[in-house]
């Protein structure tokens, strides 16, 4: 969980991003207002999460709802171009790190942070992002074990490339309704052992939220509704075609839309599901050879999560960047240890003697390693809703 959630520094230096944002906003248009949203409110953010804000360009109204389709997608489209043109001369970000993505449904100013390196996507006009991020907030509060789920199987989807819609994947937004939803249902569907449940609460719902996901659900009929629990996909209709791709997940602020429709790699995401499971619950081999040789060499013994997550070798550099940006001290970085050591320099070579009449000047010469799980299929009861 530590390893997968931003440390303080880097959570510094996401506040200072946000700082500097306000700053450029407030001067150039003294009307609008910047409210973050998403991970990052949350407290959800891996390390290599976007920063998501949205620029409100009338100021903030507590009382105001605006839809993401709601609006004119033009004047949004020529704030994002006005509020671009600012970013750079006031050191935001470089120009070629600017995309301003104007075609889809939602305009989105995607960029990078030229000092702290951190991406920020910025949008417009728009309150259900900080809508959602009420209500997850709320469910996190009820159900404190999902924090640790979501974090885990946001790590587990990145290192598949599973995490993204635009590539099929299951966003941030969609995958905690999936965790939420299997919380409001937990008492309904799994009777844990009271002992288990109070030791290990947090690892024995990640394997049974793996279990919901792999075998207790049929998708293909059922969708998944955090206000009425789960439907028979046949009896809804959906705005924009939702509805009719493999996952199919209501949206709780605006129940017409399927916030799964995206997701079209799903059966792969399914079956990456599967194999964890497998996984986590086969019996672990006690090599006592292996794991001396580890503890004599400082090398921790691997974990059972180990098995299903492993580490991103980019979090440890944004660590330390994170670190030297926000002002603290920071031990040096080890110098990489050489597994094949390149064989010791020759000893220098002996000068040979001058020829006897030469000078006695001369020229000195020196010479210079994955398992794989077997994937066991759970025998217990599927949810599915017969037609009437």
Sequence with gaps: MEYSS???????????VLDH??????????????????????????????????????????????DYLAGDKASKVTFMEQLAA?????GFSKRTEINQITRARVPILKTIHQRTRVPVDISFDTTNGPAHTDMVATYLRTHPASRTVIMV??????????????????????????VMSFFEA??????????????????????DFLDFMAFKVN???????????????????????????????EDPQRRSSDIGAGAFAFDRIKSAMINAHSLLVRPAVHNTIVRDRLSAAGVPAPTVLSR???????????????????????????????????PPPAPPQAPAPPAFGESGVFELNLCDSDQDGDNNEDNGEVIDIDSD
């Design 153 to 178: 199987m946001k790590h587990f989807l990145a290192q598949r490339g599973l995490n993204e819609p635009f590539s099929g994947g299951i966003g941030g937004y969609t995958l905690t309704c999936l």
């Design 308 to 342: 299903v997550i492993f580490p991103d070798s980019r979090i440890p550099d944004m660590r330390l960047r994170a670190e030297l940006v926000s002002g603290r001290t920071v031990s040096p970085v080890p110098p990489p240890v050489d597994r094949w050591p390149s």
């Design 186 to 207: 937990y008492p309904f569907t799994y009777a844990p052992d009271p002992a288990l449940e109070e030791a290990f609460p947090d690892a024995l719902a990640l394997l």
């Design 6 to 16: 931003l440390s303080h520094a880097e959570t510094r230096v996401r506040n200072v």
């Design 21 to 66: 944002l306000r700053a450029i906003v407030g001067a150039a248009f003294p009307k609008a207002a910047v409210r973050v949203f998403g991970s990052f409110a949350t407290d959800l953010s891996l390390p290599t999460a976007d920063l998501d804000v949205v620029v409100l360009t009338e100021g903030l109204d507590e009382d105001a709802h605006f």
């Design 219 to 249: 998708f293909q009929q059922v969708g998944i509704s955090l206000v009425e629990g789960f439907f028979k996909r046949s009896h809804r209709k959906f705005d924009m075609g939702g509805g009719a791709g493999p996952l199919c997940v």
């Design 86 to 90: 600012h970013l750079v001369p006031a």
